[in-house]
């Protein structure tokens, strides 16, 4: 077993091809293994979720594909768990072609778009109707402030799905995207530019690492976060990392090229891309030359990712604990652990819903097995209340500032669970 989607796609005459062509040898891996690329992450649900329209691919009767466009306001396509989308279908043409087609073959292809970041994702899946008399769905899949009349509501079990590259996409912005970049080159600072004023030429590739990379994909988390989706130049697979894992990335600065160091918070399941995340403040200044230079389509040399903040690989519970931009790599291991099937929690402690990370996405796939604690609503995350009742195996991880550092490694020296605790700080 392996890729799921290559699984389904990667027919016989599909592979001669790859062999003729001399790119088997680099999608082979994909085929061994585990299934993987079968359930969706936090990262494809609020991909998708993002999204005001897509394609969708059915088959007809007489074996042709028929494709069509699906549109409505951002959000109206939702991921309701790892394996099932659903979507309200608003009144079109009538000619309900798709809608035929899925009476006899219910096989649907999807393609999402995101032009700006030149990103797009391929999910395989079969659908099915909602029920008429399913109300409690079809509200759910309702959007209350969009008046377009729906016809019916589809659901969707993913079969497999896969991120393609960004080669030759081009980058097209809506209007609320154009006015939200000029509102913020406004209102930006001018002195910012002034104070970090990094030595480096647009197209100029950075490091000296025998892994080549670039930047695909820019989101603005919070007002100081963005995190960025880095892939190979060529399209190949990025090597495997084990939760915990960070890279060690070139930074321009006015001293030169400086190495900082970005804990991975994507999947470690998906070997197609690699995801950080960076918080820029007054007093960080390489952190804030990255966000500064890190462009789409920057170009990086890189080494293989290092790890010093090991998840344990068995089935032990586990409790993690995340204080601001410490979450990247705690939200790899809440990923890993998910997939695992295996007993955990995340506690994660920030100023606000707005200045947390990944809040969201986090919300949507770990449910309950997220507490959160906001300063600003005088909640504090108390971790001598957190050892109380811990498993005897259960395996403690936390990363945060310092003083969130302090207090877990006090409670758990107090506790008796210190042997059990792994920290890494912003240091």
């Known amino acids: 077993m392996g890729h799921r989607f290559a699984e389904i796609v990667f027919t016989e005459s599909v592979l001669a091809e790859q062999q003729r062509h001399g790119s088997r040898g680099g999608y082979q891996r994909l085929l061994g293994g585990e299934d993987f690329n079968d359930q969706l992450s936090m990262a494809e649900a609020s991909f998708i979720q993002d999204r005001d329209s897509f394609y969708m691919a059915s088959v007809t009767e007489t074996g042709w594909p028929y494709v069509q466009h699906r549109g409505g306001a951002a959000g109206f396509i939702r991921a309701l768990d790892s394996k099932t989308l659903g979507f309200a279908d608003y009144s079109g043409n009538r000619q309900y072609v798709s809608l035929g087609n899925f009476r006899k073959d219910d096989r649907v292809a999807l393609f999402f778009m995101d032009y700006g970041n030149r990103t797009r994702l391929k999910v395989l899946g079969r659908i099915r109707l909602v029920d008429p008399n399913d109300l409690k769905t079809l509200v759910a899949l309702e959007q209350a402030d969009f008046r377009a009349p729906v016809e019916r509501g589809y659901l969707i079990e993913v079969e497999g799905f896969d991120w393609n590259c960004p080669k030759y996409i081009t980058p097209r912005f809506t209007e609320q995207e154009w006015r939200s970049t000029i509102e913020e080159n406004v209102n930006q600072p001018a002195q910012k530019t002034a104070e970090i004023n990094p030595v480096f030429a647009p197209g100029e590739e950075l490091g000296q690492g025998p892994l080549a990379v670039k930047v695909v994909g820019i989101n603005q988390l919070t007002p100081e976060i963005r995190s960025y989706q880095i892939k190979t130049i060529d399209g190949d697979m990025l090597p495997r990392f084990i939760p915990g894992a960070h890279l060690q990335l070139p930074v321009p600065t006015e001293q030169g090229v400086r190495i900082g160091h970005y804990s991975l918070s994507s999947d470690p399941r998906r070997v197609d891309e690699y995801q950080i995340a960076v918080q820029a403040k007054h007093d960080s200044r390489l952190a804030a030359g990255l966000q500064q ?135």
Request: charged content about 20%; proline content about 4%; hydrophobic content about 40%.
């Open 293 to 427: 230079s890190y462009q789409l389509g920057t170009r990086l040399n890189i080494t293989e990712s290092q790890n010093h903040f090991l998840l344990h690989d068995d089935l032990r519970p586990a409790l993690l604990i995340a204080g601001g931009i410490g979450i990247t790599p705690l939200k790899a291991m809440a990923l890993e652990l998910l997939q695992r099937g295996v007993r955990f929690e995340l506690h994660y402690a920030a100023k606000s819903p707005e200045k947390m990370a990944f809040y969201a996405e986090l919300k949507s796939v770990l449910g309950d097995r997220l507490v959160t604690y906001f300063s600003n609503e005088s909640e504090r995350l108390n971790p001598f209340m957190l050892f109380s009742d811990l498993a005897e195996d259960c395996q403690i991880y936390s990363c945060g500032p310092e003083t969130l550092l302090k207090s877990v490694t006090e409670a758990a020296t107090d506790s008796g669970v210190i042997h059990r605790l792994h920290t890494e700080s912003f240091d």
